[in-house]
């Protein structure tokens, strides 16, 4: 399969089929995220891998009730590690409203080990979905987070039951720019 292909094919998934998702299939997306490139090899990013019902549950209620998630057997949930760039005495508790430069840098790192984690999922022919609607202060304490730390992303993990069209995309040429904004 050539790189472009999961690139894509992948869509976000909001329905599941009844099926298990192995250790090793979990791995594999795991070991696909740990491979992504970080700013000065800073490495931020930390996975839970969330298997219980009860938990799922919990993470699905704080992420507005967004029901369809329970489908997925698997969710995995990246969180950045602020104190990779930010001295650990200068760590405040860290929320969406958070002014520092640093945080920036450590969550487009973090961002691209999510990516990794989903390309690989369609390369095997599971279906994830993106979920960032929750407050860290609301699913931190589901998970056991510490206020240091910074929930990226929830993603739920499945065998998928639906197979989406693609979304419109605006036009190539108009996002593309020549040395300088506003040059085509």
């Known amino acids: ?21 192995t250790d090793e299939q979990v791995e594999l997306l795991l070991r696909a995220a740990h491979l992504a490139p ?14 219980s019902e009860e938990v799922r549950r919990k993470v699905m209620e704080v992420s507005h009730e967004q029901k369809w998630m329970m489908q997925a057997p698997v969710f995995i949930v990246c969180v950045a590690d602020l104190g990779v ?19 920036k840098l450590i969550l487009r790192d973090a961002t691209i080990g999510v990516d990794h984690l989903v390309l690989q999922a369609a390369h095997m022919g599971l ?14 304490p589901v998970l056991g987070i510490p206020d240091n730390q910074y929930v990226v992303a929830v993603i739920p993990v499945g065998v998928p039951d639906q197979s989406p069209k693609p979304r419109p995309r605006k036009d190539f040429d108009s996002m593309v720019y020549k040395e300088k904004w506003g040059e085509r």
């Open 38 to 51: 970080s700013g000065s090899n800073t490495q931020p990013s930390n996975y839970i891998v969330v298997r």
């Open 85 to 103: 760039r930010i001295k650990e005495g200068e760590l405040p508790a860290i929320d969406e409203e958070s002014p520092l430069p640093e945080l």
């Open 127 to 140: 279906g994830t979905c993106w979920v960032a609607w929750f407050k860290n202060a609301d699913i931190r």
């Open 1 to 21: 399969m050539k790189l472009l292909e999961p690139i894509v094919s992948r869509r976000s998934i909001r329905k599941f089929k009844d099926e298990p998702v």
